[in-house]
């Protein structure tokens, strides 16, 4: 085989129509989570040619049939192990849950990052009904609304700022007693009076039966519970790159996050290409995923060119 991808996100779908174009028969392993975190979106707005919007589902869908119509295989399957220190024919190893190993001259890894969420029940079964983990995506449905953001790091920052221009009122629930966000970024809080903080406090629970309409939430230095009318709640408590596989394998920043070529998707190991937020902590938007997931197909087909 001459490329395999690992994951089936806009990164991964994108790089295997450019693959599949350039004649490289690829075959997309999905993951556990076919399309992606884009299946958990409601409405994506700001991907470029989509202008009434699409939801992120069918958003991923299309992409699937785009990448199938020029021949890609996508499996819905899982890779479990991988093994990249290429046998004789060059070919890196990788299996399957089942243990079936397939062999590629070239990996593009596109397995993403997951959204860290608090684990509440009641907060779980509100997903898309007015829980999310992305205010960029999300946040327009909250016009003129109340919401809360949890999370103390830039994120939740630049999130409630973004928030604070749509929104009503944005109360920011922060765990400890102080921001783990730089200094630079708690000084744009000042520039918004709608945007209140309420350090020590926690959320109990997500309150709505199909659509969330207010929070449970607790001071941890009272023990106080006291409830907040909101209709939107935001996650910002930070993401987890889905990389627990290239461990030890291919090379990885302090957080999991894998590290590529400054200008190219190129990761240290020979014919292993990296696109998508599984390489990119600060963007993290479905179009420059697409874009690196063009880049590493790109890569995939020079690498196999040269050797
Ligand atoms: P961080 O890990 O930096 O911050 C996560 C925040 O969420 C912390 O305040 C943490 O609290 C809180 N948190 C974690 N788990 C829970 C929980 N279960 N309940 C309540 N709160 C919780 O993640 P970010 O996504 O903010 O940032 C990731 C990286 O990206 C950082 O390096 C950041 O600097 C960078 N970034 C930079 C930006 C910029 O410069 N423009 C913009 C966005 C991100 P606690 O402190 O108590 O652990």
New binding site residues.
């Given amino acids: 085989m001459d490329t395999i991808i690992i994951g089936s996100g806009p990164a991964g779908y994108t790089a295997a129509i450019y693959a599949a174009r350039a004649d490289l028969n690829p075959v997309i392993y999905t993951g556990l989570e076919p399309g992606g975190q884009l299946t958990t979106t409601t409405e994506v707005d700001n991907f470029p040619g989509y202008p009434k919007g699409i939801d992120g589902p069918t958003m991923m869908n299309e992409l699937k049939e785009q990448a199938e119509r020029f021949g890609t295989k996508v499996e819905i399957d899982f890779i479990s192990k991988v093994d990249f220190s290429k046998d004789k024919g060059g070919m890196h190893k990788l299996y399957t849950q089942n243990g079936d190993e397939i062999k590629s001259k070239t990996v593009i890894i596109s397995t993403g990052a997951s959204a ?1 969420y ?2 509440l029940p009641s907060e779980q079964r509100l997903i898309g009904g007015g829980v999310s983990a992305c205010a960029v995506c999300d946040g327009f449905f909250y016009k003129n609304q109340d919401v809360a953001i ?9 999130e409630a700022t973004y928030l604070a221009k749509i929104c009503n009122n944005v109360t920011m ?4 007693d ?5 200094k ?2 708690q000084n744009r809080l000042s520039n918004y009076d709608n945007i209140k903080v309420l350090f020590n406090h ?2 109990m629970e997500v309150m709505g039966e199909n659509v969330v309409d207010g929070l449970k939430i607790k001071s941890n230095l009272t023990n106080d519970v006291s409830e907040l009318k909101i209709t939107g709640l935001f996650l ?4 987890s790159p889905n990389t627990d596989i290239f461990k030890g394998i291919v090379d990885m920043d302090d ?1 999991g996050y894998i590290l590529t070529d400054k200008t190219s998707t190129k990761t240290n190991i020979p014919g292993v290409f990296a696109a998508g937020d599984v390489q990119d ?2 963007y993290r938007q479905a179009v420059t995923a697409a874009g690196t997931g063009c880049m590493a197909a790109l890569d995939a087909e020079r690498y196999l060119q040269e050797i």
């Avoid at 910002?236 to 993401?239: C, K, L, Q, S, W």
């Fill in positions: 860290k608090l684990g949890v999370g103390g790091g830039d994120t939740a920052i630049e629930l922060v765990r400890k102080h921001f783990r966000a730089s630079a970024m926690e959320v910002a408590i930070g993401h957080s902590k600060d």
